[in-house]
């Protein structure tokens, strides 16, 4: 991040929600925004194709690989990221100014890369990192969005130990909430509590709770 970039972040400090994928980051963020009017989320950039519904410049600026490379060589981001291995996401200056500039609250929803990258310029940041109500209903809404490929449950699997493991080493430095399926608060536990795991090149051991489960390395369960 340019440090000017920087200190402008630390006069202007930014909300951050954070989460692994399918752990409820966007319904919590629309009930932010749908109640206060002080907050108002980001335009990120993203590499990824559109979804249905979605619109370029609202929901995100849908540029590919060539135009993102041309952006971050301009060092044009707060923080910029590649997800699942494989897509680009990245927050940039402007977006971030064109908030300010209307008097609101910048609301960040990153994933946990990116805010380490932001918390290394700004220490004193307290990101919230949400975690899915259950490990059941985590898996449930991955499938609902259609990851249901082994390569996909696999490379998410991958993704998600990285970020559980990041945010339990740096526990203090989060806030930590599980909520359910409606966006309704139902722990306010500690990441280490709430949501552990262990992991290892044959199976995965995933601990939420007082229950363990246990995958293969293709992201298959293999215990009760």
Do not use: C
Not at 23 to 47: C, F, P, Q, R
Not at 170 to 189: E, F, H, I, L, Q
């Amino acid at each position: 991040m340019p440090s000017s970039a920087a200190k402008f972040l630390s006069q202007n400090p930014p909300l951050i929600i954070s989460s692994v994928t399918a752990s409820g980051k966007n319904t919590i963020a629309n009930y932010i925004l749908d109640h206060s009017h002080y907050y108002e989320e980001t335009v990120s950039h993203t590499t990824r194709p559109p979804r249905k519904g979605e619109v370029n410049g609202t929901h995100y600026w849908f540029v590919d690989d060539k135009e993102m490379l041309r952006l971050v060589q301009n060092h044009d981001f707060i923080e910029v990221k590649t997800i699942h291995g494989e897509t680009i996401y990245g927050t940039s200056i402007k977006s971030y100014k064109t908030v300010t500039s209307r008097s609101r609250q910048p609301l960040l929803i990153i994933d946990v890369q990116g805010v380490e990258e932001i918390s290394e310029a700004i220490g004193t940041l307290k990101p919230f990192f949400l975690l899915p109500p259950s490990y059941e209903e985590w898996m449930n809404r991955l499938h609902s969005r259609g990851v249901v490929t082994q390569e996909d449950k696999t490379q998410r699997m991958v993704s998600a130990r990285r970020e559980l493991e990041t945010v339990l080493k740096n526990s203090a430095a989060y806030s930590s909430y599980v909520y359910d399926g409606n966006g309704n608060r139902t722990s306010g536990a500690t990441a280490g509590t709430s949501f552990t795991g262990t992991f290892n090149n044959q199976d995965q051991q995933l601990t939420y709770g007082d229950r363990t489960f246990t995958y293969n390395a293709n992201g298959d369960r293999i215990s009760k």
